[in-house]
């Protein structure tokens, strides 16, 4: 990795024994970690590419503090392509969670619910857009040209379709933190549940490029640990001409970074009661209050250009409308990257 130069300003804060000095310290040198990925530059070019929409239970999506009687929120699934000049001014692409419909109904989670359903109503449940293959070939974005694929972290994701002998990018590699690399390959029985079983089956090892610092990739393209939602979890970080974004699933939506701002029922109630600023994604809740303090990160580092505004913060799997949840929507939406 001599291309990645490494991005020390939170190492400190995830030192420290108490969850409370942790949050602190990232509230004091988050602002140098933002300065220093905003001022590296900014992304050549990107794309956001739709993949599904599915259901995901809503007591997970808002840590149950969602007043609505639906049992599922809606979540749609989507990559983002990048194009940037990495450290030596090379032109470097990278595709960022590439997920496939076909290894998510893989993971126990999904494969359990599957059985619990009539066959005829899964299109009822879902929606799956045009393959990725196909939508980045469109874009004129050929899949043997991307030098690397990362996750946010490796939930339901099957790697073998992706980076095996014949994946559809068999000639990247996969950039994943050490402890989300070695968590999936050996889980934890509270973890297994979502993670699938064979992921690495066929994948090169020299395709596999793990870290364990935060690293800037290139010019406006930084990978930053916020670990909680999963061990290993990190959040892709993008410097555009609109804005600094983060990507991660730790919140499922804009009103999980601000929920007294929420038209979503019982958020903004729910915050106030425990006065918190957050509501995480809580289907794992490996390090909840890890993940709480990764979430201010996000929020510091994809800070809005009004204080009054949300969150430039891009959820890799963000609640969207749907029919079968037809209150339930977000109050503002990122939808694809600026």
Not at 49 to 59: E, H, M, S, T
Request: with cysteine; aromatic share 10%.
């Amino acid at each position: 990795m001599v291309s990645f130069r490494k991005l020390p300003y939170i190492d400190e804060a995830w030192t420290y024994a108490t969850s409370s000095a942790r949050l602190s310290e990232i509230c004091r040198a988050g602002p140098k970690l933002r300065g220093a990925i905003r001022d590296s530059g900014t992304l050549l070019r990107h794309q956001t590419f739709d993949i599904a929409l599915f259901p995901y239970p809503a007591k997970y999506a808002f840590q149950g503090a969602c007043t609505l009687p639906f049992p599922f929120a809606f979540l749609t699934n989507r990559a983002i392509f990048a194009e940037y000049l990495d450290l030596e001014g090379e032109k470097r692409r990278i595709i960022i969670n590439p997920s496939t419909p076909e290894g998510a109904r893989r993971a126990p989670f999904f494969a359990q619910l599957l059985q619990k359903i009539p066959k005829w109503s899964e299109p009822l449940l879902s929606r799956q857009y045009r393959p990725l293959e196909e939508q980045l070939r469109n874009a004129g974005i050929e899949p043997e040209t991307i030098d690397y694929i990362t996750f946010d972290h490796l939930h339901v994701q099957q790697l073998t379709t992706l980076l095996g002998p014949n994946g559809l990018f068999s000639k990247a590699s996969l950039l994943v933190t050490a402890n989300e690399y070695n968590a999936a390959r050996r889980t934890h029985p509270l973890q297994k549940h979502w993670y699938v079983e064979d992921a690495f089956r066929d994948v090169p090892q020299e395709n596999i490029k793990t870290f364990e610092h935060d690293l800037l990739l290139g010019e406006g393209l930084a990978l930053v640990r916020t670990p909680g939602h999963t061990e290993g979890n990190h959040s892709i970080c993008l410097h555009t001409l609109h804005g600094l974004y983060t990507v991660s699933e730790n919140g499922v939506c804009l009103d999980s970074y601000c929920p007294r701002r929420s038209s979503i029922p019982g958020l903004v109630d729910y915050a106030e009661r425990r006065d918190i600023d957050f509501v995480l994604n809580a289907n794992t809740l490996e390090r909840s209050l890890d993940q709480y303090a990764s979430m201010k990160l996000e929020s510091i580092i994809s800070a809005p250009a009004s204080p009054d505004g949300f969150p430039l913060h891009f959820s890799s799997s963000e609640l969207t409308p749907f029919y079968l949840a037809p209150t339930l929507e977000p109050t503002e939406t990122i939808g694809k990257l600026l």
